[in-house]
T-cell receptor, first 112, second 114 residues
Framework: GENVEQHPSTLSVQEGDSAVIKCTYSDSASNYFPWYKQELGKRPQLIIDIRSNVGEKKDQRIAVTLNKTAKHFSLHITETQPEDSAVYFCAASKSSASKIIFGSGTRLSIRP | NAGVTQTPKFQVLKTGQSMTLQCAQDMNHEYMSWYRQDPGMGLRLIHYSVGAGITDQGEVPNGYNVSRSTTEDFPLRLLSAAPSQTSVYFC?????????????FGPGTRLTVL
């Protein structure tokens, strides 16, 4: 079945710098790749997603890139702010199946 | 709209007890699922449903049962609680019946099994 690996598990960046989180997936048929943000004690919430017919998607300070050949996708956060501190999860799924598999998460800390 | 609701928020059980975690949604979503999140860990799929009367197993189904008699409700039953089931449980829903849509999570139930 599908397997999603996420790196790094923890990431600390200076406020204002950029952060990059990477995920790889195993099932070449996967075609939907969402990213979720989970603040401490809260529920995961979708922040951005990308489908396999698109190579890059941006929403203000966050962007996601997808490399289908290499089977990896990345989350980019620019001009990081204290409120970006959270755990970020990637996930992969395919429209022909019903299971969504999550990565193990990245704890992002923003240093003042 | 309440979105996705879960009850209870917190629960403490003794080993061997049974209980049901409730999940309800008012978004008319066909897809509902249960995840567990252990401390410092990711989200692992327990069971999911693509519509009323249809359920299937996820990655870690052992020790849990589900049923889906209505579109709105998807309860998770722990048959005989074990300390290994101490976790935070999230219910999630999405439109459609496949994995190609965003998930909307409930607030979670924090379960401790002594």
């Amino acid at each position: 079945g599908e397997n999603v690996e996420q790196h790094p598990s923890t990431l600390s960046v200076q406020e204002g710098d950029s952060a990059v989180i990477k995920c790889t997936y195993s099932d070449s048929a996967s075609n939907y790749f969402p990213w979720y943000k989970q603040e401490l004690g809260k529920r995961p919430q979708l922040i951005i997603d990308i489908r396999s017919n698109v190579g890059e998607k941006k929403d203000q300070r966050i962007a996601v890139t997808l490399n289908k050949t290499a089977k990896h996708f990345s989350l980019h956060i620019t001009e990081t702010q204290p409120e970006d501190s959270a755990v970020y999860f990637c996930a992969a799924s395919k429209s022909s199946a019903s299971k969504i598999i999550f990565g193990s998460g990245t704890r992002l800390s923003i240093r003042p | 709209n309440a979105g996705v609701t879960q009850t209870p928020k917190f629960q403490v059980l003794k080993t061997g007890q049974s209980m049901t975690l409730q999940c309800a949604q008012d978004m008319n979503h066909e897809y509902m699922s249960w995840y567990r999140q252990d401390p410092g860990m990711g989200l692992r799929l327990i069971h999911y449903s693509v519509g009323a009367g249809i359920t299937d197993q996820g990655e870690v189904p052992n020790g849990y049962n589900v049923s889906r008699s209505t579109t709105e409700d998807f309860p998770l039953r722990l048959l005989s609680a074990a300390p290994s089931q101490t976790s935070v449980y999230f219910c999630a829903t999405s439109q459609g019946t496949s994995g190609g849509y965003p998930q909307y999570f409930g607030p979670g139930t924090r379960l401790t099994v002594l």
